[in-house]
């Protein structure tokens, strides 16, 4: 399976503002530089007291299609 490695610093404000619907997805660039996309739901899982921060891998199927988050 595909998958792209990217940086993450959102704060608890703006991952709330992505659970409140403001956004349905997340526009990041990779650690090697591509602009990648993926659903802000992906959030839920890895959201902290603090926000997000870390790197974390986005997994995808054959086609593009989000799959997974998981800390790197």
Do not use: K
Request: contains cysteine.
């Amino acid at each position: 399976m595909p998958h792209v490695d990217i940086s993450l610093s959102l704060t608890l404000d703006q991952c709330r503002r992505y659970y409140a619907g403001h956004a349905d997805w997340i526009d990041a660039r990779s650690l090697d530089g591509r602009r990648v996309r993926f659903p802000a739901r992906a959030l839920h899982r890895i959201v902290g007291p603090n926000g997000v921060r870390g790197v974390y891998r986005l997994v995808f199927d054959e086609s593009g299609v989000y799959i997974s988050i998981n800390r790197n």
